[in-house]
């Protein structure tokens, strides 16, 4: 890549940034805001301090987890929509372990994160099987099991893992100490060993789509599955282990949310974060390397919405409309989709080479 | 309308696919364009049709220097150009599909399609050339050559005096190209200027008036016809080629290596029935056939991917009826279909990722040493392209060259649709000569082709495909391009 394609693809990728902030600051103003006020709120609420840091990391935590096991199905062309299913999933294994299993605090928690990712993988496993087997399209079939997956944690906290004082239905006893995820400090209260399986899960998945023979079978899938089965490649196999292994990935998304932050399993325990990560993934366009630090600024900006809820409600003339952040959100996907589209014919015009002849 | 050409340079990023071209194209004939693939022939009847803008030079249409947005601009300046696939809508008939292309003159015109003046003007113009097209079929039931009339029939409709056709005769039959032809000739008598872009020599010897030949972008020559194929292939290469004779040995010793056992297949309206047919080991058998005879539902029921209604698949004396097109792959089976970036490459991939998927073995991929085999592959076959490049940068005819870089060097059943697609004389006799070596040394090689040339120069056997009848044929060398060319007509029975 030469300087001057770097510059533009630099400034390509601000311009969308800065643009979507502008359009959002004018809006602030036009309902009597102080855009100033705004920004400096959410960027306080994001990093003010530790305990704003853990909180923008608790989110990043599952967001990147579920957003890494999704570039593995979006590389061999599967809309994994069921993602938010296999978080669940995930998060009902591990519940199971938590609630039910006697052992040492170490062996309990490798024990706890296998179970989310069998429960997880097992989940992403029957969306693949669906697809291959009986012709269901994985989009279909993986938001039928976000619904199934979302009924059984349902079930459960009303029936048989009800609280022994009876329950509301709202959640299953907390879990005992033994099992929850150790925290840094009462300052920082992030899982150090999540935030490292985290790390590990995007650099494996970088290392599997890039030095492995899997990966590259999942990329010719992807791009070709009709090309791919005639040079060799058992596409069905390669669509099953995919989602497999993002399901599995996904499902350690979902033990940390009922392991480290919610110390039980409560009914829809993913709140959606599964639909967050797709986002990001597609943002990226797939590219692995920058799909964490694209996590982390949607991490900081729904972090800081929450924070800006509480400012309205005391000072509502600094801040219009609470929903705001959502509009900033809306903005910013629209921007940089847009712009990766220019960025892309870009590249395309200045870069166009013989095609030849016959 | 005469057609002057002044210097003509077309540059992509660093390379220089037209070198100063200048050329005249003078009314009421028929000129064949000629080179070898990536010899500028299409980058040069894009410019001119509008379809790509030259870098630099100047079009005359009879002495006026003219300069157009696209294609649409071209067609005003009466340039018009048949693609290689028409551009027409299945599902509608040839009346609307006429309309299409038909520029509506009133407002009225434009809210309701004239129907009536429509088919009055499709009509008239059918007639005048002697073609054949009902205007009430639809579009799926024609022939390609049919399609091919209608493009024609539009482009006129739009007052086009000069029609450029790049390798108008791709897939097409025998009878349906000598109907093409017919139409030329009858085009060029009105006093329209044919340009026929081609790398069929005989094509180009049978039809045109004068040829001009392109070679690495340039022009090198220019010849009134007639001339003799040695000559143009002279001035295409800068050498003669020898012309290819296969050696025949006696393979009836030789074990089979694939059989099928009376078999039957269908798909779609086609069934064909009874088909036997066993390949030794060294063999070449050619598939001919029209389009749509069956040639394509054999080979690929051959190679597993398609399931079989009855009947048994061999391979090796072992019964792999049923088996996926993987296991046959692992036993030595690989198939290769002709259309080559929509089924056999993979888009978005570079050659390395193609070559690093298809060879070598365990989890973990070296690409080092993939971009070494990559390398050597691209010497090898001759391809033009970088072992970074992504496929679908390269040419067809590189293309299909990467494709058959890719068949294993193991014996093998190689089944290959059109192996030879898009190329010229040349590469496809750099390709032919690494599959009769790879049979010589024990592979076996299925083929099919529109070019019976190539099957009866090539097949040990031919295997006659007609409406899901097979017939073989078992000394080919003693029958003519015209016997061959009855018998996909459908003729056996005259014969027998």
Not at chain 1, 180 to 208: G, H
Not at chain 1, 307 to 319: F, G, K
Not at chain 2, 42 to 60: E, F, H, R
Not at chain 2, 404 to 429: F, H, K, N, W, Y
Request: charged share 20%.
């Amino acid at each position: 890549m030469t300087g001057r394609d770097f510059a533009i693809r630099f400034i390509l990728t601000l311009i969308p940034i800065v643009l979507s902030i502008l359009a959002t600051s004018g809006l602030i103003v036009l309902l009597g805001g102080e855009p100033v006020a705004v920004y400096s709120t959410l960027w306080e609420s994001a990093f003010q301090d530790q305990s704003a840091y853990a909180k923008v990391f608790n989110f990043w935590i599952p967001l990147t987890l579920a957003g890494a096991g999704l570039l593995l199905t979006f590389t061999a062309g599967l809309w994994n929509i069921g993602v938010e299913g296999q978080i669940v999933m995930g998060a009902i294994f591990a519940s199971w372990g938590a609630l039910f299993l006697d052992l040492p605090p170490v062996v309990l928690l490798i024990v706890n994160l296998s179970l989310a990712m069998l429960g997880g993988g097992l989940w992403g496993l029957l969306v693949g099987v669906l697809k291959t087997r009986l012709g269901v399209h994985e989009i279909f079939g993986g938001v039928a099991l976000n619904a199934i997956a979302n009924n059984i944690a349902i079930y459960l906290i009303a029936g048989p893992w009800e609280p022994p004082e009876g329950g509301s239905a709202q959640s299953t006893p907390p879990f005992p100490e033994a099992s929850w995820l150790s925290e840094y400090s009462s300052d920082f209260p992030v899982s150090i060993i999540m935030l490292a399986v985290t790390i590990f899960a995007v650099i494996l998945v970088w290392f599997l789509l890039n030095q492995t023979r899997w990966g590259l079978e999942l990329k010719a899938v992807g791009k070709n599955a009709r090309s791919a089965l005639l040079l060799g490649v058992r596409t069905e196999r390669v669509s099953l282990t995919a989602l497999a292994l993002g399901g599995a990935i996904a499902g350690l998304a979902g033990s940390h949310r009922v392991l480290g932050f919610y110390h039980s399993l409560r009914p829809l325990v993913s709140g959606g974060i599964g639909f967050l990560a797709l986002l990001i993934v597609l943002l990226v366009g797939f590219r692995v390397i920058l799909m964490p630090f694209a996590g982390f600024i949607l991490a900081a900006l729904f972090t800081g919405s929450t924070r800006l809820q509480t400012l309205q409600r005391i000072r509502p003339e600094l801040v219009g409309d609470s929903s705001l952040v959502g509009v900033l959100q809306g903005l910013l996907v629209l921007m940089i989709l847009y712009f990766n589209g220019v960025r892309e014919r870009w590249f395309s015009n200045s870069s166009e080479r013989a095609t030849g002849d016959e | 309308m005469q057609i002057d050409l002044q210097n003509i340079n077309k540059h992509f990023g660093s390379v220089h696919a037209n070198k100063d071209i200048s050329l005249t194209f003078e009314e009421g004939k028929i000129i064949g364009i000629l080179g070898e693939n990536g010899a500028g022939k299409s980058t040069l009847m894009k410019i001119l049709s509008g379809y790509q803008p030259a870098t630099t030079g100047t079009i005359l249409i009879d002495g006026n220097p003219v300069d157009y947005s696209g294609p649409l601009a071209a067609i005003a300046h009466g340039i018009g150009m048949l693609q290689q696939d028409p551009l027409d809508v299945g599902a509608f008939t040839v009346l609307e599909n006429f309309i299409f292309g038909r520029e509506a003159k009133t407002f009225v015109e434009r809210l309701f399609d004239d129907l009536s003046s429509a088919k009055k003007q499709l009509n008239e113009i059918t007639n005048r050339f002697g073609f054949q097209l009902d205007p009430e079929l639809l579009i799926s039931e024609l022939s390609i050559a049919q399609r091919q009339q209608l493009e024609i029939v539009r482009l006129l409709a739009q007052n086009v005096r000069t029609l450029i056709l790049d390798e108008p005769t791709t897939g097409i039959s025998t009878d349906q190209k000598k109907l093409l032809f017919d139409t030329l000739r009858s085009m060029a008598t009105e006093g329209m200027t044919i340009l026929l872009v081609s790398h069929k020599l005989e094509e180009v010897i049978s039809l045109c008036d004068e040829v001009a030949v392109l070679r690495a972008g340039e022009l090198v020559g220019q010849k009134e016809m007639p001339a003799t194929k040695s000559e143009l292939v002279q001035m295409m290469f800068g050498e003669d080629l020898p012309v290819a004779e296969r050696e025949r040995k006696d393979l009836s010793k030789e074990p089979v290596l694939l059989e099928m056992r009376d078999v039957t297949v269908s798909e779609g309206r086609l069934t064909m029935q009874n088909i036997h047919l066993q390949v030794r080991r060294g063999e070449i058998i050619g598939l001919a056939g029209l389009d749509g005879s069956g040639q394509e539902l054999l080979m690929r029921a051959a190679a597993g991917l398609h399931s079989l209604d009855a009947g048994n698949l061999f391979l090796y004396d072992a019964n792999v009826t049923g088996a996926s097109y993987h296991t046959m792959m692992k036993r030595g089976v690989v198939f290769c279909a002709a259309g080559r970036i929509e089924e056999g490459l993979i888009a978005g991939l570079t050659l390395t990722e193609h070559v690093a998927l298809t060879e070598g073995a365990g989890m973990f991929i070296d690409w080092q040493g993939a971009k070494k085999e990559t390398s050597a592959k691209i010497a090898a076959y001759n391809v033009r392209g970088r072992p970074d490049d992504n496929i679908e940068q390269l040419s067809g005819g590189n293309q299909q060259r990467v494709l058959m870089s890719l068949v294993p060097e193991l014996p093998t059943v190689m089944i290959l649709e059109q192996p030879m697609r898009g190329l010229d004389v040349d590469s496809a006799a750099g390709i032919w000569d690494k599959l009769l070596e790879r049979c010589d040394s024990g592979s076996a090689l299925i083929f099919s082709s529109p070019d019976l040339d190539e099957i009866l120069t090539y097949s040990d056997r031919v295997l006659v495909c007609y409406a899901g009848e097979t017939t073989m044929v078992d000394d080919p060398s003693a029958m003519t391009n015209n016997q061959l060319g009855h018998l996909i007509g459908g003729e056996f029975k005259r014969k027998s």
